[in-house]
């Protein structure tokens, strides 16, 4: 298969937090009706509660965009968080640059995640964005899933993008690899933007990996 005609492409990864502003839409949780004692009753509540606010930071419904990291190949990498920018600035300039690369994007896991996040967090916030990303799966063009194609779209095989960095060869910060997604509300300016631009970096380095193996990208 020969190379297609090289396509400029949007680099991307968007870190999220939950919305306490939109913590009323959660569902109180209630304890099985096995539970008699008061005590059990209240500790499993508040155990549930937690864990219900942690899972609200991945639904665009309950959370926003803390964070997003943004190269077009050739350029340098623009990285934007919620402590010196606005979320409404994070999505218009994420969309602005996927308008200048005709919706040419890669990234890991964007199907299922980062681009109905936007899209969906763009709805919420009345932005337009001027182009509609191609949402279709089992495909490697014109938005490229690396997790996707890497595990041939099965979601039961899939694993994480520091877990494939390590499989593969690809060096991380040491730092960067210690941090999960849920520690992000508790991270500094500095180490947040480290850690979504870390996670751009390694979706870069993959995709170099993967071509001419998974797809023929010039």
């Not at 040419?104 to 964005?129: E, Q, T, W």
């Not at 001027?130 to 690396?146: A, F, K, N, S, Y």
Request: hydrophobic share 40%; glycine share 6%.
């Amino acid at each position: 298969m020969d190379p297609v005609e090289h396509q400029p492409r949007l680099f991307f990864d968007i870190e999220t937090l939950a919305d306490p502003a939109q913590f009323e839409l959660i569902e109180e949780p209630s304890a099985p009706a096995n539970y008699k004692d008061p005590d059990k009753i209240a500790a499993y509540v508040a155990e549930k509660r937690v864990k219900l606010v942690e899972r609200a930071g991945l639904d665009p419904d309950t959370a926003t965009i803390c964070a997003v990291a943004l190269l077009i190949e050739g350029n340098p990498p623009t990285v934007m968080t919620y402590f010196q920018d606005t979320e409404e600035a994070m999505v218009q300039t994420f969309w602005s640059m996927l308008r200048t690369t005709s919706g040419h994007c890669v990234g890991y896991n964007i199907l299922r995640f980062d681009l109905p996040f936007l899209m969906r967090r763009s709805f919420a916030l009345g932005i337009k964005p001027g182009i509609v990303p191609d949402l279709r799966r089992h495909r490697d063009e014109p938005v490229t899933d690396l997790m996707g194609i890497l595990f041939n779209w099965d979601i039961e095989a899939t694993k994480g993008l520091k877990w494939v960095a390590k499989r593969y060869g690809i060096a991380r910060e040491p730092l960067l690899d210690a941090i999960d997604g849920s520690m992000v509300k508790d991270l500094d300016e500095p180490t947040l933007r480290a850690y979504v631009a870390g996670d751009m970096s390694t979706t870069l380095e993959l995709f170099d990996k993967m071509n001419s193996i998974y797809f023929n990208h010039a």
